[in-house]
């Protein structure tokens, strides 16, 4: 990391895995002047997750970078091996540290899915489009009514009660679901907790049955 901070300060640039990601000032002379550097950094685990696989988006995203999708991949399996070199990107981002969280799809903090409390409270799930909480289809991707004062107060409780029972407990993630077949919420009072001056989006929704998608 000193070698990557010094390296930075003379204007090297490492953007993304690759030769073409690489960028290095053509200089005559270089001066340094005295150095005495310390830093800690603000962010205890830093990671990023980067998949080989490549989809319809990415195929149109690499011709811009001059990178083929032999090239991407093989730049990947490179930049994440434990190592550390020039041409390693992941030293380069001073990226590590680990606390041991691990937030993954955690339901916004609700234990279990639309199986175990669709039955009993449908209003804790996401309007959608059709007018249904309907998540059966969502599978490990379900979503909820963030503005639901009673699911709100149900999952505090909740993980109040996990740390109780468990002291030790390192983390409890409230990290929400993406993905998956189902949209967010389009109930009135969601609705309410997008700022009224942004731009205006559109949601897919997608019926699994059928397959495709459509513009609400």
Same mark, same amino acid.
């Given at each position: 990391?000193?070698?990557?901070?010094?390296? %930075?300060?003379? *204007?090297?640039?490492? +953007?993304?895995?690759?030769?073409?990601?690489?960028?290095?000032? #053509? =200089?005559? /002379?270089?001066?340094?002047?005295?150095?005495?550097?310390?830093?800690?950094?603000?962010?205890?685990?830093?990671?990023?997750?980067?998949?080989?696989?490549?989809?319809?988006? %990415?195929?149109? *995203?690499?011709?811009? +970078?001059?990178?083929?999708?032999?090239?991407?991949?093989?730049? #990947? =399996?490179? /930049?994440?091996?434990?190592?550390?070199?020039?041409?390693?990107?992941?030293?380069?981002?001073?990226?590590?540290?680990?606390?041991?969280?691990?937030?993954?799809?955690?339901?916004?903090?609700?234990?279990?899915?639309?199986?175990?409390?669709?039955?009993?409270?449908?209003?804790?799930?996401?309007?959608?489009?059709?007018?249904?909480?309907?998540?059966?289809?969502?599978?490990?991707?379900?979503?909820?009514?963030?503005?639901?004062?009673?699911?709100?107060?149900?999952?505090?409780?909740?993980?109040?009660?996990?740390?109780?029972?468990?002291?030790?407990?390192?983390?409890?993630?409230?990290?929400?679901?993406?993905?998956?077949?189902?949209?967010?919420?389009?109930?009135?009072?969601?609705?309410?907790?997008?700022?009224?001056?942004?731009?205006?989006?559109?949601?897919?929704?997608?019926?699994?049955?059928?397959?495709?998608?459509?513009?609400?």
């Amino acid at each position: 990391h000193a070698v990557v901070e010094f390296l %930075s300060s003379l *204007g090297i640039r490492y +953007l993304w895995p690759g030769k073409t990601g690489q960028v290095v000032p #053509r =200089n005559k /002379t270089i001066s340094v002047a005295q150095l005495d550097y310390t830093f800690s950094p603000i962010i205890g685990q830093r990671h990023i997750r980067a998949s080989s696989w490549i989809n319809e988006r %990415s195929k149109h *995203g690499l011709p811009g +970078l001059q990178i083929t999708e032999d090239e991407w991949r093989e730049s #990947r =399996n490179n /930049t994440f091996l434990p190592r550390i070199d020039a041409d390693n990107w992941i030293a380069w981002q001073r990226l590590g540290g680990d606390l041991g969280i691990a937030g993954t799809h955690a339901g916004a903090g609700l234990i279990n899915s639309w199986e175990e409390h669709g039955k009993k409270h449908p209003e804790w799930f996401a309007l959608q489009a059709d007018g249904t909480r309907d998540q059966s289809n969502a599978g490990e991707r379900w979503r909820l009514c963030k503005s639901n004062p009673e699911l709100i107060e149900y999952i505090a409780t909740s993980i109040i009660e996990r740390v109780k029972n468990n002291p030790s407990l390192a983390f409890i993630s409230l990290s929400p679901n993406d993905g998956g077949y189902s949209s967010f919420c389009m109930c009135e009072n969601c609705k309410k907790l997008d700022p009224p001056e942004e731009q205006k989006l559109h949601l897919k929704y997608m019926k699994k049955s059928e397959k495709q998608s459509t513009m609400k």
